[in-house]
């Protein structure tokens, strides 16, 4: 069965840092883009960060540049999301996503296949 698992969520003072793992299971990421979303509490879904299959292309919202890195690491069939200064507006469930095709932006949420169950991050004194 195909899945996508996050962890490395919790919660953190402002500042503060924590790597999100995305792990894929029944399925290889080496063939797919992968997506961080993030929804807070009363919000729509936002796209966060995105890698492309090979790696090539990174982007990120304005909000996280400078702050939050994405990484593959295709041997362990894990993405990561190293998250530094940390704000409380940062706060909310991080979801990852995989995506096979490329017909859509990264941002799209419809353009993605798989989806992780979703990981809190809390950003508070």
């Known amino acids: 069965q195909e899945q996508l698992v996050e962890g490395g969520g919790g919660l953190v003072q402002p500042g503060g840092s924590l790597r999100l793992s995305c792990a894929a299971s029944g399925f290889s990421l080496d063939y797919y883009g992968i997506g961080w979303f993030r929804q807070a509490p009363g919000k729509e879904r936002e796209g966060v960060s995105y890698?492309?299959?090979?790696?090539?292309?990174?982007y990120y919202v304005g909000s996280v540049k400078g702050r939050f890195t994405i990484s593959r690491d295709n041997a362990k069939n894990t993405v990561y999301l190293q998250m530094n200064s940390l704000k409380p507006e940062d706060t909310a469930v991080y979801y990852c996503?995989?995506?096979?095709?490329?017909?859509?932006?990264?941002?799209?949420?419809?353009?993605?296949?798989?989806w992780g169950q979703g990981t809190q991050v809390t950003v508070s004194s």
């Open positions: 996503a995989a995506r096979r095709s490329y017909g859509r932006s990264w941002l799209d949420a419809k353009a993605y296949d798989y």
């Open positions: 890698k492309s299959r090979s790696g090539a292309n990174t």
